[in-house]
């Protein structure tokens, strides 16, 4: 777990040694500044800007450095700004009480401002403990609900299949072995999309980039969704003269897979999908729009986050596709953009710079020069 006020700043970064090294070059450094100024202020005041100092500290550093800078002000105090100067001997009963105050207050400062940043860390782990399993709950709530409709389904047509072949037509196995392979593609679909969340959760993602044919990828994609959009117009706009562009063919496939996915399961059957794509200030546009209702626009922001599902849905899901979609697009160093579109439906806007890199056309123009001769 981070902690609320060390992880920002220097203790969880810095070893014990060097936090001994940088308290006692604080005290110093401000003890040193006091003292050219002693003339003119009191050493009250002195003692006030010395536990300021322990305070700042103590918010930092653990606990022993802060103790030792506490112990270390209260002799550079008396050392250097209590009478008579430069000894370690207090002249007065009056100043023997103000030394022994100082030090105690230093030292129950010290304990109490590292105590309160327990606590808040102690708060922050218990945020972020109830996040997590309220996070867990979710996700396995909505894989419960994903695997088992399909797994139902498979378990019910091949049941069917195997117990009365007799009486059933030659239609109704086509049937059922259609439900089979549906649901065995939307169960493997949800399987991908785990394990894609996984490689992107531990950043093992390393694109591997070769020239590919923009068009070619979206009719394969488009091939592989041919029944979800069924009865739907696939409208494709690709700019003319768009060359290959550097990109790994499996992440880009998988984004452009989820999001027509989406668009054929959360809009009303029979309205159109646009697809395009074009070349602007060296960067490769892909727009994917729908004529659905779109997103309402209080949670545009969120739609990218990991298993979130809009309030209204009536479809399951487990809110991982445009999650994915995010990660490998922004694993191209690209970015993705969702707005409304003004006569209705969602547009999801994706640029992927340096994929039309001039020096990389020509080494690969000259290596494969190189290779015909």
């Known amino acids: 777990m981070q902690d609320v006020f060390v992880t920002p700043f220097i203790g969880s970064r810095i070893g014990r040694p060097r936090q001994y090294l940088l308290s006692i070059l604080s005290v110093c450094l401000v003890s040193a500044v006091c003292?050219?100024?002693?003339?003119?202020?009191?050493?009250?005041?002195?003692?006030?800007?010395?536990?300021?100092?322990?305070?700042?500290?103590?918010?930092?550093?653990d606990i022993l450095p802060?103790?030792?800078t506490a112990l270390l002000s209260a002799l550079i105090w008396d050392y250097f700004f209590l009478l008579p100067r430069y000894n370690l001997q207090v002249g007065n009963t009056e100043d023997r009480i103000l030394l022994?105050?100082?030090?105690?207050?230093?030292?129950?400062?010290?304990v109490l401002?590292?105590?309160?940043?327990?606590?808040?860390?102690?708060?922050?782990?218990?945020?972020?403990?109830?996040?997590?399993?309220?996070?867990?709950n979710t996700l396995l709530?909505?894989?419960?609900?994903?695997?088992?409709?399909?797994?139902?389904?498979?378990i019910g047509a091949t049941d069917n299949l195997l117990e009365q072949p007799e009486r059933l037509t030659r239609d109704d196995s086509r049937k059922l072995l259609t439900e089979i392979s549906v649901a065995s593609l939307r169960l493997n679909r949800h399987v991908e999309n785990l394990l894609n969340m996984s490689r992107l959760e531990s950043g093992f993602i390393q694109p591997k980039k070769d020239w590919q044919d923009v068009h070619e990828m979206i009719l394969s994609v488009l091939h592989q969704l041919e029944e979800p959009?069924?009865?739907?117009?696939?409208?494709?706009?690709?700019?003319?003269?768009?060359?290959?562009?550097?990109?790994?063919?499996?992440?880009?496939?998988?984004?452009?897979?989820?999001?027509?996915h989406n668009a054929a399961l959360y809009t009303p059957p029979g309205t159109p999908v646009f697809i395009s794509a074009t070349r602007?200030?060296?960067?490769?546009?892909?727009?994917?729009?729908?004529?659905?209702?779109?997103?309402?626009?209080?949670?545009?922001?969120?739609?990218?986050?990991?298993?979130?599902?809009?309030?209204?849905?009536?479809?399951?899901?487990?809110?991982?596709?445009?999650?994915?979609?995010?990660?490998?697009?922004?694993?191209?160093?690209?970015s993705i953009e969702l707005t409304n579109r003004a006569s209705g439906g969602a547009c999801f806007i994706i640029s992927i710079p340096g994929c039309f890199s001039r020096e990389t056309e020509a080494v690969k123009k000259l290596s494969y020069q190189l290779s015909v001769s």
């Open 229 to 260: 959009l069924t009865g739907r117009r696939v409208i494709v706009s690709i700019r003319d003269g768009l060359p290959p562009a550097r990109l790994d063919y499996g992440l880009m496939e998988q984004v452009l897979y989820n999001l027509l």
């Open 100 to 110: 022994s105050m100082y030090f105690v207050i230093a030292m129950v400062n010290a």
């Open 66 to 68: 802060v103790l030792l």
């Open 141 to 154: 709530n909505s894989l419960s609900h994903e695997f088992r409709t399909p797994i139902a389904t498979i």
């Open 280 to 334: 602007f200030a060296g960067e490769l546009i892909l727009i994917v729009e729908d004529d659905g209702p779109g997103f309402p626009d209080n949670e545009i922001a969120r739609v990218f986050d990991k298993f979130y599902r809009l309030a209204n849905s009536r479809i399951g899901g487990a809110g991982l596709g445009l999650s994915i979609v995010k990660g490998f697009v922004e694993a191209h160093n690209g």
């Open 35 to 61: 003292f050219l100024f002693s003339s003119y202020i009191g050493v009250e005041v002195v003692a006030f800007v010395l536990l300021l100092t322990l305070s700042l500290i103590a918010m930092f550093f």
């Open 113 to 136: 401002t590292y105590k309160i940043r327990q606590i808040e860390k102690i708060a922050r782990q218990k945020e972020e403990k109830a996040k997590t399993l309220k996070l867990y």
